[in-house]
């Protein structure tokens, strides 16, 4: 199977930077994007930054500028690097990763989230 494993979150203040990673293992054929969401209290999970395998990148609006998604495809790694950070970014964030499972077969594997908060 696939298990995906993010790290990095932590307690910030207003103005400061974190960088979350997140990495991809197990038996697959291969890694088409890795992404990020974030869910706050009471609020619906939504999609912050997406890396395509062809290092396509998309951010949500509230984060352009701020945030940085990069990507290592040998190591099947994803960096996430937040500047500027916001009490707004304070969330659960997740990694995705959507996995060519076999030639046949797509899935979507979730992490088990890490916590950012942002003080003010």
């Known amino acids: 199977q696939v298990q995906v494993v993010e790290s990095g979150g932590g307690l910030v203040q207003f103005g400061g930077s974190l960088r979350l990673s997140c990495a991809a293992s197990?038996?697959?054929?291969?890694?088409?994007?890795m992404a990020w969401y974030r869910q706050a209290p009471g609020k619906q999970r939504e999609l912050v930054a997406i890396?395509?395998?062809?290092?396509?990148?998309k951010y949500a609006d509230s984060v352009k500028g701020r945030f940085t998604i990069s990507r290592d495809n040998a190591k099947n790694t994803v960096l996430l690097q937040m500047n500027s950070l916001k009490p707004e970014d304070t969330a659960v964030y997740y990694c995705?990763?959507?996995?060519?499972?076999?030639?046949?077969?797509?899935?979507?594997?979730w992490g088990q989230g890490t916590q950012v908060t942002v003080s003010s």
């Open positions: 197990g038996s697959f054929f291969s890694i088409t994007a």
């Open positions: 890396i395509t395998g062809d290092d396509s990148t």
């Open positions: 995705n990763a959507h996995v060519r499972v076999t030639i046949w077969q797509e899935d979507d594997y």
